[in-house]
């Protein structure tokens, strides 16, 4: 491994939020004594009634419980929103930059911001909906994503955002496992130009078994597509708002009330409805934010996620929006209307910090420096990834070319369940290494451990575990305490366990090298090996599938499908295409099955369980890596699968 160091700039050396010896002595403190700590961290929110009670929390399995500042009482919207009105009134809250560079981009103050939020949550009250309600939020990257948000917010409802590349099943397993009440949609949404149909999803979604606790649907008019209006079950949002008066009660919430519930992929079964709650959540979104962004009043920062993901809520809105910063809501993609877009709009809005994930690096790396060196740039002083380990070509291209060498890269290593970054480097105090990860926040205690479960000290590679609790930890999987305990802390007990691989480094820094379970991470997004499986099987030619990853150029990782037809089907290329295409449909486009390769049979052990780790291998290109075939109840399957497998030109 070359010694490949970029010290901290001599600029963000000095000038800074925190420095390295304020890293090491905030960090020791906050191991030492974390309701010293986060005490004194929480001071930085308005609490309704301070919290006196931090840290109560143990990953004992006899004695779970993971609770912080339980006595305190705030409302995470008027953190947002009503705090910063005195001194920030009129500072803009969001930059909203639509899909096309021909439509104006718009600015929307703390004030305003209020208002509309204001109103909403007025709205949402006269629709019935109250503190505990469940509401989906199914929107395209426009401000009503957040004002719905953080009208659920200031109610107490419990917002579960869907994020728009999921089709309708999805949206309907999502809403029923959540008993949604109120549905918040728009006409359509924009992509790169093209259109996606979100009210039609919808409407798809709830003529699906499960999803009859909907009683509003409210429409945002987006594109001005006409749509069917379902009465009176579907409302415009514009006629449910405009009348609504300006101010709203906040809701008081206890610091351990739910904010909100966010689906994501594991390693087996549907989707997990992950919950979050108020309190600590926002107390560690906030402080990391400022922290490992190194917040300036002035900054313009800018992260790229889609709100239906975490790093959306955390870092677009919630982390931001506490923070009194300026966040930038951004519609489109990367290549729409060229490979300039990116930081045509960081030179629009003078953007300071550039928050984004690998994916994105790399397809735009592969466009050369061109459309980067056709923009200016020079507001950038800090860049971030997130999403999933950025190899260093990626990031030494990110440093050089979009930084010019001048801006320091955060690789900000979290996942859904944390609810905040857990690993990352500080730009004043940490020395980076490309595709490092580097060291755990305050009050994160990561450590590594073999498959046996005993500790790694030094350097070394295994399991990542945390062993401590920290604020913005989700508390449960909605609906199902029990599979949250069994997921993440039976594995390697006393831990949580994270689901991902991990090297230390002779420095003690942290390499995230990727899941080691049956999750996929393609282009940053998590996709669940089973849930593929299952579309698949459901189509009525397919007898057996097995889905693994395997590495994509773009995306990370790709999605590789084995599939055995029932007995008298024929494997033909129409019926490939009509597999894909059914799989996209079944849980939305971001299933795109990369490879499909027929299987007239699977790997199996004696007792009849495949044998993934082979057909990784196979799905990797390393037949020479197979292992011991020796168990399988018929080795010779592997032989025509290794034959037929798919080779990268
Ligand atoms: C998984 C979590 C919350 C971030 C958005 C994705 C991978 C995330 C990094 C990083 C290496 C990373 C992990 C993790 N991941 N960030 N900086 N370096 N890997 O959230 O959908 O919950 O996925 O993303 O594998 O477990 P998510």
């Known amino acids: 491994m070359p010694r490949d160091i970029y010290p901290v700039p001599a600029d963000f050396a ?50 779970f419980r993971i609770r912080w500042y339980e006595d305190g009482e705030l409302n995470v919207s008027v953190n947002c929103l009503d705090r910063h009105l005195e001194s920030r009134g009129d500072k803009t809250a969001l930059i909203f930059e639509p899909d096309s560079p021909d439509t104006p981009a718009e600015r929307i103050s703390y ?62 397993d999502r809403v029923s496992d959540s008993g949604s009440k109120l549905i918040i949609t728009a006409d359509e949404g924009l992509r790169g130009g093209r259109k996606v149909k979100l009210k039609v999803n919808v409407d798809a979604a709830l003529k699906l078994p499960g999803t009859n606790t909907v009683e509003t649907v409210l429409v ?36 351990e009330d739910p904010l909100f519930i966010l689906y994501t992929s594991g390693s087996t079964g549907k989707p997990k409805g992950v919950l979050h709650t108020t309190g600590g959540y926002l107390v560690y979104v906030s402080y990391t934010h400022e922290t490992i962004f190194d917040l300036r009043e002035d900054d313009v920062y800018w992260c790229t996620a889609d709100v239906g993901w975490v790093t959306g809520h955390s870092y677009i809105v919630y982390g931001p929006l506490a923070n009194g910063a300026t966040s930038l809501i951004f519609e489109g993609v990367p290549n729409y209307p060229d490979m300039s ?169 942290y390499w995230i090298t990727g899941r080691v379970d049956d999750v996929i991470n393609v282009s940053g997004h998590r996709i669940g090996t089973a849930e593929v499986e299952s579309a698949l099987v459901s189509h009525d030619k397919v007898a057996e599938a097995a889905v693994v990853g395997f590495p994509h150029d773009l995306k990370g990782q790709g999605i590789y499908v084995y599939v055995t037809l029932i007995a008298g089907e024929v494997a033909s290329d129409e019926l490939r295409v009509e597999l894909i295409r059914h799989v996209r449909a079944e849980i939305g486009p971001i299933a795109s099955i990369d490879h499909l390769q027929w299987a007239p049979g699977l790997p199996k052990t004696r007792s009849g369980k495949i044998m993934r780790r082979i057909l990784r291998k196979i799905a990797e290109n390393a037949p020479d890596q197979l292992g011991d075939t020796s168990t399988l109840a018929d080795p010779s399957v592997v032989d025509s699968l290794v034959k037929e497998r798919y080779i990268p030109e």
């Open 14 to 63: 000095v000038n800074t939020r925190v420095n390295r010896e304020q890293y090491q002595a905030l960090y020791k403190q906050s191991l030492d004594d974390p309701d010293g700590f986060w005490a004194g961290v929480a001071e930085r929110l308005e609490w309704m009634k301070t919290p006196t009670k931090i840290k109560n929390t143990s990953f004992d399995l006899a004695d």
């Open 111 to 172: 004030r305003e911001l209020h208002r509309r939020v204001c109103k909403l949550a007025n709205a949402l009250r006269a629709l019935g909906i109250g503190k505990g309600d469940r509401v989906t939020i199914y929107l395209p990257m426009i401000p009503e994503a957040a004002i719905a948000m953080l009208a659920c917010a200031r109610i107490g409802a419990v917002h579960m955002v869907v994020f728009g590349g999921f089709a309708a099943n999805s949206i309907a």
């Open 220 to 255: 945002v008019r987006h594109t001005g597509a006409a749509v069917d209006m379902q009465m009176p079950r579907d409302r415009w949002y514009d006629a449910v708002v405009d009348g609504q008066p300006e101010a709203c009660e906040p809701e008081r919430m206890n610091a």
């Open 341 to 509: 877009r990116f930081w045509q709009v960081v030179d629009k809005h003078e953007v300071t910090t550039f928050y984004t994930a690998p994916t994105a690096i790399r397809a735009l790396m592969r466009e050369g420096e061109g459309p980067v060196k056709a923009t200016s740039r020079k507001s950038l002083r800090l860049l971030g990834s997130v999403g999933e380990p950025i190899n260093p070509e990626a990031w030494r291209w990110y440093h050089d070319v979009v930084g010019e060498g001048r801006c320091p890269i955060v690789d900000t290593w979290w996942q859904t369940e944390n609810g905040g970054i857990l690993i990352s480097p500080l730009p004043g105090a940490t020395d980076l290494k490309p595709g490092c990860a580097t060291n755990p926040f305050f009050g994160v205690k990561p450590a590594i451990v073999d498959t046996n479960g005993n500790f790694i000290e030094g350097e070394g590679s295994g399991n990542l575990v945390i062993t401590d609790s920290w604020p913005s930890q989700s508390r449960s999987i909605y609906g199902d305490h029990q599979r949250f305990i069994d997921t993440y802390f039976k594995t390697y007990p006393g831990t949580y366990f994270t689901g991902d691989g991990c090297r230390r480094d002779a420095d003690g820094d």
